[in-house]
C-alpha cells in the first residue's frame, strides 16, 4: 500500500508538472497540435514505405497481462511491422474480426472460435498457448467451497448458499467458461446474489474484493492483479490438479481474405508463424509476473495436430475427416475453379 | 524515469497529446459547423423552430456510447464508409466526439446569440452593414456566451470516453506512443487492471488539462469584454 501511495503521489507530481507547462505556453492547443501534426506526417512516411501495419484484436488477459509488450516488439522488429493492438473481451474482438475491422485475433473461447471459423470468416487456426481458470472468492470462504475438486460442484454450493457472485457480463472468453460452469452444475444463475457486472478482469476481481463475492478469473490476471485484492484461491485450475473444465487454450486465428480483401492477410499469417514459432513460444514460456509462468506454450509438436485447424469435431460427412482426400471435395473445387473452356 | 507503475512519460505525455489534439479539432470543427447553425437558427423566424431547437438541445443528453456505436458501424469495412478506412484511427475519434460536442456548442451559443437585441442587428442593417457584417457584429456582441460554448463543448470532448473507446480502439504502439489511447481510456485499461491509484493519477492530469483550457479560455473572455465595455 505505502508503495502504491508513493505512486500516487509521484504521478499526482507528473500532472502538475504537465499542467503547469500548458500554463506557461502562450496557448497550449496549437503547440499540441503541431507536435500530433508531426508525428502524423512521419507515420505516414512509415506506412508509404516498408513498415506494414497489422490489426490485432485480443482479450484483455493477454494484454493487460503484459504478455504482449513481451512478443510484440520482437515481431515488429523482424518483420519491419507495427502492430495495432485493440484489446477487448473474446466476444468483442470476434465481432471485430467479423466485420473485417482486424486482421488477425487472438483469443480464448474454443465454442466461439469454432463459430468464427464455422461461419468462413477465419482460416488457419492454430493453437497458441494456455493456462487455465481459477475460482476465487474471500479468504473466509462463506459458501466453504475450498478444496472442491469439482467446478460444478462449487457453482452449485454458491448458488445454494446464495453467496454473491459476480460475473463479467461481458461475453468474454472467461464469461463464456463461466456459463459453461454453470449449465454443467444444472444452475441458471438468478436473483439478488448473482451480478453481471459487464466490466473487465481486473475491474471484477477489485469489485468481487470490494463486495465479499465469488468469481471466475483466469490464472494470469488474477496473480497480475494480486497486489490489489485479498482474494485467494479456493478451487484450483487443472494446472495445479484442479478439474479440467477450468482449462483455458488461447488460439490465433488470420481473418479470411476471401471475405474482406483489404486486410492484411500475409501479415497476419506472419504474426500467427511467430506465435507458434520456437522463437515466439519461447518469449511466452519465459514470460512471468510476479515471479509465476502465466502463460504455457502448447504450439510446437512432432506429431500432426489437426484438431486446432478445424472446429471441434469437425467431419466433412464423407467419414475420413480430411477434405482434402475426399472426391467430392476435389469435385467441388474442379467446378468453381477451373474455366469451362480449359 | 518518471516512472508511474509501468507508465513512462512517453507514455503519458502521448496519450495527454492525443486527447489534447483530438478534443480540440473536434471543437474547432464542430465550432465551424455550429456556429452559422446558431446564427441562422437565432435569427431567423420559421415554423417548427422551438421543435428544432428542442431537437438541438436534445442533442446535449445523448449517450456518447451510442454515437461511438454508430461510427463504427458506419466506418467499419463492413459498414457504408468501410472504403475510407478511417476505423480505429483519431480521425475517427474526432468524428465521434463532433457529434457529440456539436449539440452542446449550438445550444449554448444559440442562446448567447438570441440574446443579442433586435435593435442592434435593425441598425447594423440601417447603417448599411451586409448581412455578413451584421452576422460579425453579433458573434462580437455574443462573445461572452459563445466562449462558454466552446468550453462546454470542449469539455464534454475531452472527458469523453465511451465512444472513443469503441470507435478509437485504445491502441499504444509497443514504443509506449500513443496512436489512438486518450487520457480517458488510459483510466478504462487502469481499471480494468485493478491499478486504482494509477487511474485516479491519470484523472488529476485530465483535470489539471481541463482547468488550463477554462483558465485560458476564461481570460480571453474577460479581457475581451472588459475591453468592449470601456
Known amino acids: 500500500m505505502a508503495i502504491q501511495r508513493r505512486r500516487f503521489l509521484h504521478a499526482a507530481g507528473v500532472g502538475a508538472i504537465l499542467g503547469l507547462s500548458g500554463c506557461t505556453g502562450e496557448s497550449n492547443e496549437p503547440q499540441a497540435d503541431g507536435e500530433t501534426t508531426a508525428s502524423g506526417g512521419s507515420q505516414e512516411e512509415s506506412s508509404g514505405g516498408a513498415t506494414q501495419e497489422l490489426t490485432l484484436a485480443t482479450t484483455t488477459s493477454t494484454y493487460d497481462t503484459g504478455l504482449l509488450d513481451a512478443l510484440n516488439p520482437v515481431f515488429e522488429e523482424k518483420f519491419d511491422a507495427r502492430i495495432k493492438t485493440i484489446p477487448q473481451g473474446t466476444g468483442a474482438a470476434i465481432e471485430t474480426a467479423r466485420n473485417g475491422d482486424a486482421d488477425v485475433i487472438l483469443v480464448h473461447a474454443r465454442g466461439a472460435e469454432d463459430e468464427f471459423l464455422e461461419e468462413g470468416y477465419g482460416v488457419n487456426r492454430r493453437d497458441v498457448m494456455f493456462n487455465d481458470f481459477v475460482i476465487v472468492g474471500p479468504a473466509d470462504d462463506p459458501a466453504g467451497i475450498q478444496g472442491m475438486s469439482s467446478a460444478a460442484d462449487a457453482f452449485a454450493t454458491i448458488a445454494d448458499t446464495q453467496s454473491t457472485f459476480v460475473s463479467r457480463g461481458d461475453d468474454s472468453g472467461t464469461n463464456k467458461k463461466e456459463l459453461l460452469v454453470w449449465e454443467a452444475a444444472g444452475v441458471e444463475p438468478s436473483g439478488q446474489w448473482y451480478r453481471a457486472i459487464g466490466k473487465g478482469m481486473g475491474d471484477t476481481l477489485v469489485q468481487a474484493d470490494q463486495s465479499g463475492a465469488y468469481t471466475l478469473s483466469d490464472r494470469g490476471t488474477y496473480l497480475a492483479t494480486q497486489d490489489n485484492v485479498d482474494l485467494e484461491i479456493l478451487v484450483q485450475g487443472p494446472l495445479q490438479g484442479g478439474p479440467t473444465i477450468l482449462k483455458n487454450p488461447y488460439g490465433v486465428i488470420p481473418v479470411n481474405p476471401a471475405k474482406y480483401p483489404d486486410v492484411n492477410y500475409p501479415l497476419a499469417m506472419a504474426y500467427a508463424g511467430f506465435l507458434t514459432s520456437p522463437e515466439g513460444q519461447e518469449i511466452i514460456s519465459n514470460y512471468t509476473a510476479n515471479g509465476s509462468q502465466l502463460f504455457f506454450p502448447n504450439a510446437l509438436s512432432e506429431d500432426p495436430q489437426f484438431g486446432q485447424y478445424v472446429p471441434e469435431g469437425y467431419s466433412d460427412g464423407s467419414g475420413n475427416g480430411s477434405a482434402s482426400v475426399s472426391d467430392a471435395q476435389f469435385e467441388q473445387w474442379v467446378a468453381e475453379n477451373v474455366p469451362e473452356d480449359f | ?230
Do not use: C, H, W
Open chain 2, 1 to 230: 524515469m518518471f516512472g508511474l507503475g509501468d507508465l513512462n512519460l512517453t507514455y503519458l505525455v502521448s496519450i495527454t497529446v492525443v486527447s489534447l489534439y483530438v478534443s480540440t479539432v473536434a471543437v474547432l470543427l464542430s465550432a465551424a459547423i455550429g456556429l452559422p447553425v446558431a446564427l441562422t437558427v437565432g435569427f431567423r423566424d420559421f415554423r417548427g423552430k422551438s421543435i428544432v431547437t428542442s431537437i438541438i438541445s436534445t442533442g446535449m443528453g445523448f449517450p456518447s456510447v451510442v454515437v461511438g456505436l454508430v461510427v463504427l458501424l458506419m466506418l467499419s469495412r463492413s459498414g457504408p464508409l468501410g472504403e475510407l478506412e478511417l476505423l480505429f484511427t483519431p480521425e475517427a475519434m474526432i468524428i465521434s466526439q463532433t457529434i457529440l460536442a456539436l449539440p452542446v456548442l449550438v445550444s449554448v451559443s444559440l442562446s448567447a446569440v438570441q440574446s443579442v437585441p433586435q435593435d442592434l442587428r435593425d441598425a447594423a442593417f440601417a447603417t448599411g452593414g451586409t448581412s455578413v457584417d451584421v452576422a460579425l457584429l453579433v458573434v462580437r456582441e455574443a462573445r461572452y456566451g459563445i466562449v462558454t460554448a466552446l468550453l462546454a463543448a470542449y469539455g464534454r470532448a475531452i472527458s469523453e470516453v465511451g465512444s472513443v473507446l469503441i470507435v478509437g480502439g485504445n491502441i499504444v504502439f509497443s514504443d509506449s506512443t500513443s496512436f489512438t489511447r486518450t487520457l480517458t481510456t488510459a483510466i478504462t485499461v487502469e481499471a480494468r487492471k485493478g491499478n486504482i491509484e494509477t487511474g485516479i493519477a491519470l484523472g488529476a492530469i485530465l483535470l489539471a488539462l481541463v482547468l488550463t483550457v477554462n483558465a485560458l479560455g476564461a481570460r480571453f473572455r474577460d479581457r475581451n469584454s472588459a475591453g468592449g465595455n470601456r
